[in-house]
């Protein structure tokens, strides 16, 4: 069975960082795209960003650009996503996703994926 744990998630002020984790068990996907997304309370699903296995193909949303990083470490079965510069709109839960066949174009949209996270929270207090 597959899943994806995530971890890292917290209460930050603004202008902090955090680090999310995403570690996946159940089979291996080192050849696939893994990403995240977010949802904060009354609001749709965004794409934050989206990494290749090897890292050479990092897609972001346009919100995240150039204060989060995603990151690959495929002997762990992990990805992760430095969040910087954080502000309250920042605030959401955070999904760890990852897509069942290899893809040459990065996937942004959540129905892309097949795998997906319980979510861990991030509070960005003004």
């Known amino acids: 069975q597959v899943q994806l744990v995530e971890s890292g998630g917290g209460l930050v002020q603004t202008g902090g960082s955090l680090r999310l984790s995403c570690a996946a068990s159940?089979?291996?996907?080192?050849?696939?795209?893994m990403g995240w997304f977010r949802q904060a309370p009354g609001k749709e699903r965004e794409f934050v960003a989206t990494?290749?296995?090897?890292?050479?193909?990092?897609v972001y949303g346009d919100s995240v650009k150039g204060r989060f990083t995603i990151s690959r470490d495929n002997a762990k079965n992990a990805v992760y996503l430095q969040m910087r510069s954080l502000k309250p709109e920042d605030t959401a839960l955070y999904y760890c996703?990852?897509?069942?066949?290899?893809?040459?174009?990065?996937?942004?949209?959540?129905?892309?994926?097949?795998?997906w996270g319980q979510g861990t929270q991030v509070t960005v207090s003004s």
């Open positions: 159940g089979r291996t996907f080192s050849r696939n795209y």
């Open positions: 990494s290749s296995w090897g890292g050479a193909s990092t």
């Open positions: 996703a990852a897509k069942d066949l290899s893809s040459v174009l990065p996937p942004r949209r959540g129905y892309e994926y097949d795998y």
